[in-house]
């Protein structure tokens, strides 16, 4: 729960991974909690369907965005993030053509199952 991220937190903090940690989620509350507590932890909002109302909340909150690479109605909102300054990710990408494809939308970061030669 958002409540829970406090004690999240204190458990990375006492460990040699935090300098490198980042948190990962689908649910935007469980993330501004976190945000609020510490605001240097790198967020990665995780997401089926981007829209401008969560690019708007990702943008307020300094984090990334990662979405589902399979929604094609995606794709219409990717410019207004990276204008924006939104680093963007997405998954699951498993076939090298696709990872070129995504490279024209600006994203950085992609997660993979398996990469095909």
Not at 77 to 99: K, M, N, Y
Not at 101 to 117: D, E, Q, S
Request: glycine share 4%; charged share 25%.
């Amino acid at each position: 729960t958002p409540e829970d991220m406090q004690s999240m937190l204190d458990v990375l903090k006492a460990s040699p991974a935090y300098e490198n940690a980042l948190v990962i989620d689908f649910d935007k509350d469980r993330l501004a909690a976190v945000r609020s507590l510490d605001e240097n932890m790198e967020l990665w909002y995780l997401m089926n369907e981007l829209d401008e109302e969560k690019i708007a909340f990702v943008k307020e909150q300094n984090m990334g965005i990662a979405f589902n690479f399979g929604i094609a109605q995606n794709y219409k909102h990717l410019d207004s993030a990276r204008e924006q300054g939104i680093t963007l990710a997405s998954w699951t990408v498993d076939f090298p053509p696709c990872v070129d494809f995504l490279r024209l939308f600006g994203v950085k970061y992609i997660t993979t199952n398996k990469i095909h030669p």
